[in-house]
T-cell receptor
């Protein structure tokens, strides 16, 4: 089945220790997104790639970076995680902007 | 004013009841509307897109009122398995972009 896969599902890191979250898709969608979601809050868009074009949200901290080496994969790098970065990180894909998005199962990040 | 507003609930209803959620959005230029379902600690999953003429999928009916800028979701014959958070999602065309903005969700609890 076509799907969006995220690894790892759970990630524990130490304060300030870089971490990379990965996302892959078999849907062959043009757009890939990274969201941060904290408890009882809406998913917050961090950035997206339309093909190779990177689009950063204005309020996304510099601490968050992303790479998309090919259509199928996208990575979220958190350079120096703080306690406030503990959250669920969701990857999503869509065929085009403004269209329905399909989410992976998320990576739950804990920062000690 | 928030871009997408929802009553957070929770809505506690007995099994078999009919329940309706409303959502208001602030950008009159929005063109894409969706309802997503999110179970506790899981990813959002597309429930249905919302079309101008209104649409139905089994026990679920979605309606759009552009003049008043609100979207509704009606669930008939509620099942225990309908217990979840329902996210209203609207596309945001601000600044020439086209991203999806999520509401914080309405929590539904269906009880015996």
């Amino acid at each position: 089945d076509a799907m969006v896969i995220q690894n790892p599902r759970y990630q524990v890191t130490q304060f300030g220790k870089p971490v990379t979250l990965s996302c892959s898709q078999t849907l062959n969608h043009n757009v890939m997104y990274w969201y941060q979601q904290k408890s009882s809050q809406a998913p917050k868009l961090l950035f997206h790639y339309y093909d190779k074009d990177f689009n950063n949200e204005a309020d996304t901290p510099d601490n968050f970076q992303s790479r998309r080496p090919n259509t199928s994969f996208c990575f979220l790098d958190i350079r120096s995680p703080g306690l406030g970065d503990a959250a669920m990180y969701l990857c999503a894909t869509s065929t085009a902007l403004g269209y329905e998005q399909f989410f992976g199962p998320g990576t739950r990040l804990t920062v000690l | 004013r928030k871009e997408v507003e929802q009553d957070p609930g929770p809505f506690n209803v007995p099994e078999g009841a009919t329940v309706a959620f409303n959502c208001t959005y602030s950008n009159s230029a929005s063109q894409s509307f969706f309802w997503y379902r999110q179970d506790c600690r899981k990813e959002p999953k597309l429930l249905m897109s919302v079309y101008s003429s209104g649409n139905e999928d089994g026990r679920f009916t979605a309606q759009l009122n552009r003049a008043s800028q609100y979207i509704s979701l009606l669930i008939r014959d509620s099942k225990l398995s309908d217990s979840a958070t329902y996210l209203c999602v609207v596309n945001d065309l601000t600044g020439g972009g086209n991203k999806l903005t999520f509401g914080t969700g309405t929590q539904l609890k269906v009880e015996l």
